[in-house]
């Protein structure tokens, strides 16, 4: 009995010691973590200084010299709490790295071309608000490190975002700022987080992510002019049309990049441009899976919609439990989106302007799937939720975010990092009249493999009437071309297409369905790169 209970007290005196120790190592990472970020913040800051006031590089390195000369000091007072891994001189070549690379994609290099910087209020506050959120991702890994658990990085990209969106009409920038320039320099600090991490031995206390940031594609996806007469859009490509079932001949290409709609009687509704600048993130768990991820915020999560309900036919999206709440439209009560996927979609109509729409994805149910991180394979399932308004307006069928406001329907103050400008800041207007319907539309899978479609003279949906697909009745076979991004462990982004084929149901509008070819085949290539990033 006695050497029963010695056991056992050794036992918990191991365990004990183990729980301490590696609250330690957590404890000893946090503090690395978060001298880190105020080093890399403050070097940043220096860089912004020069920028304001046009000081060489000199000046900068001298400017910089105080906060990295504390980091030495900073790392042995961690390692008493410890130690763990990573060294401050492994730490300054990674926070120097991250340095030149925020820095080169504000003024184009590092150091600034004949190492002075040019005098520019634009550049300073870029370069301002990428310090800040490198140096907050890194504080918010630091808290996570030390308390346990996953950094919740919601509200410092929201602040990136809104000091971005502020310089939408600035003038004196060195690179034009919108939402290219935005992408560029999250995906900057990003990779900075995650190297600068990395000498720490991983990600801030909350495991992996793959995050994928959409890009632009072809120049021309092609278009639609009636009666139904197709215009092909220009190389590159990701996939084509054929008019056997076997997939042998081609009749066009379809544009990377690019989405398109609807069955061969398709008068008016042509391929439209994804836009880039989106972003979403899947949860890597154990060695292969993605499941659905919270992100940093609804616009760039992959969980499902609810379990509250909401109207979708009024601007503000009242609570409901039945149609019968929101006027009693058919399926106007929905589950509530938790998730959007990508920002609102464009799809004007040239034949009938008045049914011009703009489309609202977001998750309906927690996106899934598999990804090898050595290869950079993946392949996901996202069941969407597609809200149809129509608005209208052809030249802009879906409000755009323009100054930091958005210039018509419900929204006031807006940001955005699309392309297209549109933001989920801005939703059309809402009401019984423009609200169509919400589509159910399934990408499955969203691939970097191979995605296709076989439709038998034509069919390739249930209760599709309009024979073929995108504008041509002939066609019995799509293909979508996927491609993996390589070798992810590096930490880098890499290239990557994402391809899908699904099937896209009626609106229960009979003009906008006849109009469209719907119930039809869709098909979509997202081109971006991946990347496997600390879990936001």
Request: charged share 10%.
């Amino acid at each position: 009995m006695l050497k029963n209970v010695a056991a056992v007290a050794a036992g918990v005196f191991a365990l004990s010691l183990a729980i301490g120790t590696a609250h330690a190592q957590d404890a000893c990472k946090s503090g690395k973590q978060k001298a880190s970020g105020k080093t890399i913040g403050a070097m940043v800051k220096c860089n912004s200084k020069a920028a304001a006031k046009a000081l060489t590089e000199t000046d900068t390195e001298t400017c910089e010299g105080k906060p990295e000369g504390k980091l030495a000091g900073a790392f042995t007072k961690a390692d008493a709490k410890g130690p763990c891994s990573g060294t401050a001189a492994a730490a300054q070549t990674a926070l120097d790295n991250c340095e030149a690379a925020i820095v080169a994609v504000v003024v184009g290099s590092h150091p600034p071309a004949g190492s002075t910087f040019t005098k520019s209020k634009c550049d300073s506050k870029k370069l301002a608000a990428a310090g800040k959120k490198i140096s907050g991702l890194l504080g918010c890994d630091a808290k996570a490190s030390k308390k346990g658990g996953t950094c919740d990085s919601t509200k410092v990209v929201g602040k990136f975002n809104k000091a971005m969106g502020k310089l939408a009409s600035a003038t004196d920038c060195k690179v034009a700022p919108g939402a290219g320039d935005t992408a560029n320099l999250e995906a900057a600090a990003d990779t900075c987080r995650t190297n600068i991490n990395a000498v720490f031995g991983g990600g801030g206390g909350g495991g992996t992510s793959l995050k994928f940031l959409t890009t632009a594609g072809t120049a021309n996806c092609g278009g639609v002019a009636p009666p139904g007469n197709f215009t092909p859009g220009v190389a590159p490509f990701s996939g084509k049309v054929s008019s056997d079932a076997a997939g042998t001949d081609n009749i066009y290409g379809l544009g990377l990049g690019c989405l398109l709609v609807g069955g061969g009687g398709n008068k008016g509704v042509g391929p439209g441009a994804i836009p880039a600048g989106a972003t979403s993130f899947f949860d890597i768990s154990g060695t292969n899976n993605l499941v659905a991820s919270a992100g940093t915020g609804t616009l760039t999560c992959t969980k499902g919609a609810g379990p509250s309900k909401v109207c979708l036919n009024n601007n503000t999206r009242s609570a409901c439990s039945t149609d019968g709440n929101c006027s009693g439209q058919l399926n106007s009560c929905q589950n509530k989106a938790n998730c959007f996927f990508g920002p609102p979609l464009e799809f004007p109509n040239t034949v009938l302007t008045a049914i011009t729409t703009c489309v609202i994805n977001y998750l309906r149910t927690d996106a899934s799937g598999t990804g090898d991180p050595i290869t950079g394979a993946s392949t996901t399932n996202l069941p969407l939720t597609s809200v149809v308004y129509t608005t209208g307006n052809v030249g802009s069928p879906c409000p755009h975010c323009m100054a930091g406001a958005c210039t018509y329907g419900p929204g006031t103050a807006c940001a955005t990092t699309a392309s297209s400008l549109t933001s989920q800041d801005c939703p059309p207007n809402a009401s019984v009249g423009s609200f169509q319907a919400p589509l159910v539309v399934i990408l499955n899978p969203l691939t970097t493999g191979v995605a296709a479609l076989t439709g038998a003279a034509g069919a390739f949906c249930p209760g599709q009437t309009s024979a073929g697909a995108f504008s041509f009745s002939q066609a019995q076979h799509l293909v979508e071309n996927g491609s993996p991004a390589g070798n992810l462990s590096d930490g880098a982004a890499h290239a990557s297409t994402l391809a899908a084929t699904f099937c896209i149901p009626s609106t229960g509008n009979t003009t906008i369905d006849g109009l469209a070819g719907l119930p039809g085949p869709g098909a979509n290539s997202l081109n971006g790169t991946a990347q496997i990033v600390p879990t936001p």
